[in-house]
């Protein structure tokens, strides 16, 4: 039995309790907002995880808003707020020099209490109009975690940077380095649902302002608690498989558009900070662990281009859905040796050669020709479905046509006593025809009893194949994912992605059975010979 006290062991009460309070936070942050849920889901899931998110948009979407709903989460946090323009400073962002220590002491420093370095939450608006001063700065905090402010390097407790623009950031070496720091990237646009339009824009609340109980709010001291938490969380064989897989795919589609083309960069960090997204993702959910549902998240933090988000929608949805856990029940080593048992069963017990014989040619898929030695009778072709309804004895009027299928003559006749043959009756006398006929061949095979050492040991091959089936079937009825029942309550996952989880658990779960069927068939061939001749 755990012991919750365990260093190692995430706490089951405080997985409950932080799922539960996160989860009415969001409840009262989406009130006044509209089809604005995984915006916010994911602002408030980067502030935990201590990361940066970009909103990419056009003007009146709802970005600035969102930011400032958000850091209405936080109980005791400070925010910071600003519009980046080609004439902002560096007073404006990280605080104007003190002229006190500049001064008495010499000193160039910054008082940075009520700016950017002081702050919890900071949010700063068309992020590319920055200069370059202000680019250096805020990526030495993004990078450290740290405020170079004068000769001093002040630590920053920022939990999250939200950045917003209608624009990515233009072709530039010097900007590359800041959009590779934001984690989350997502595209927002107006709202699509004509009643959500209606009921925003009569809506008469105020949306900025803050009415979240305290009691509902983030404390500090509770996000620090969290954090320590989030690192124990752990990834499953079929979550670091999917990852890798994802991984792999994008080098095939980056391999694929060459050198010139519009390749993927990702580089290791950010795989990493991927991680721990994912981590915060599961702790936030209630989980001690990352599941698949998770691994969606990477959608968000993978493309660099817009039209890079299809390109990795599809490569993620494709890893969930064909070999989330299909790698980790190692689905594909158990396919592999039933189907090398099956064939070195079927090599062993069935003994194939290859049977000549004579078969009837058809013409136009409809007729048989006459092999005709006299020209006193009108008619080469027969149909073969009047051919088929002839009987040995028992004569029946037929027709008979010419090369262009013209009938020539409807006259009586039965199948003729050699095969392939038909007999014709005309003025009281009978003539056999042969049909038009070619040389075939077709593989039989014999089946052979295997030697007594042989059968034992398949025997022992096939229990224990079996055994190993049956067990990873027990474990996955025993131990279903808790996240199979509970995949609609995500909360920073939309549904749209609950069946893809749900289908491949179910297809393996499928598999695994079709896998023990095929191998009861294969313990019956070789258990109980045919010795008569199949065809094969």
């Keep these: 039995m755990q012991n919750d006290d365990h260093p190692n062991v995430l706490s089951k009460k405080l997985l409950k309790t932080s ?32 990361e940066s998110i970009f909103f990419l948009g056009p003007p009146g ?7 400032r709903r958000l850091r209405y989460a936080l109980l005791d946090g400070t925010s910071f707020e600003y519009l980046m323009s080609k004439f902002s400073t560096p007073d404006e962002i990280f605080g104007p020099v003190s002229i006190k220590k500049l001064k008495d002491e010499d000193k160039y420093e910054r008082l940075t209490e009520r700016y950017l370095p002081g702050a919890n939450v900071v949010f700063l608006d068309e992020i590319w109009k920055a200069g370059p001063a202000i680019q250096n700065a805020l990526l030495t905090i993004l990078n450290e975690k740290v405020y170079r402010n004068g000769e001093e390097e002040i630590p920053v407790d920022i939990r999250g940077i939200i950045t917003a623009s209608n624009e990515l950031p233009p ?3 010097s900007l590359a380095p800041i959009w590779d720091r934001f984690l989350i990237r ?23 302002q803050d009415d979240i109980k305290p009691e509902e709010k983030i404390s500090q001291s509770e996000l620090n608690n969290w954090s320590n938490f989030i690192d124990r969380v752990t990834l499953g064989p079929e979550v670091l498989n999917t990852i890798q897989l994802i991984k792999i795919k ?28 994912m981590r915060s993702s599961a702790f936030l959910n209630g989980r001690p662990s990352v599941d698949l549902m998770d691994c969606f998240l990477t959608i968000h933090c993978l493309w660099n281009k817009p039209i890079h988000r299809e390109v990795i929608e599809t490569i993620v949805v494709d890893a969930v859905s064909k070999h989330g856990y299909t790698l980790a029940v190692n689905m594909n080593t158990y396919k592999k040796e039933v189907e090398e048992f099956e064939d070195d069963v079927d090599q062993e017990i069935r003994v194939k050669h290859t049977v000549s014989e004579e078969i009837l040619i058809t ?16 008619g080469d072709f027969v149909s073969i479905g009047q051919f088929r309804e002839l009987t040995l004895g028992e004569a029946r009027v037929i027709n008979f046509y010419d090369s262009e299928k013209n009938i020539l003559n409807r006259i009586k006749a039965t199948r003729g006593k050699n095969e392939h043959s038909i007999e014709v009756f005309r003025d009281s006398q009978s003539t056999t025809y042969q049909l038009e006929t070619k040389l075939a061949e077709r593989k039989e095979v014999i089946i052979k009893k295997p030697h007594p050492v042989v059968n034992a040991f398949w025997d022992d091959r096939y229990q224990h194949l079996t055994q190993k089936i049956r067990e990873q079937i027990e474990n996955m009825e025993t131990n279903r994912p808790t996240e199979i029942e509970r995949l609609e309550s995500h909360l920073f996952v939309p549904n749209v992605y609950v069946d893809v989880v749900r289908k491949n658990y179910e297809e393996v779960f499928k598999s695994l059975k079709t896998l023990l069927l095929r191998l009861e068939k294969i313990q019956f061939a070789y258990s109980n010979p045919d010795l008569k001749s199949l065809t094969d």
């Design 19 to 50: 799922n539960a309070k996160v989860k009415k936070l969001l409840g009262a942050l989406y009130k006044g907002l509209y089809e604005r849920e995984e915006a916010i889901g994911l602002a408030l899931l980067s502030v935990v995880a201590e």
């Design 363 to 378: 013409f136009e898929d409809e007729y048989l020709r006459l092999v005709k030695h006299d020209d006193h009778f009108q």
């Design 250 to 277: 994008i080098e095939e589609y980056n391999n694929r558009v060459g050198v010139g083309g519009d390749q993927i960069v990702i580089h290791d960090r950010r795989w990493k900070k991927i991680i721990r997204l």
């Design 61 to 67: 979407v709802g970005k600035s808003l969102i930011a």
């Design 171 to 173: 072709q530039s070496e």
């Design 186 to 208: 997502l595209e927002l646009g107006n709202i699509k649902k004509f009643q959500n339009f209606l009921t925003m824009i009569t809506d008469v609340q105020d949306v900025y």
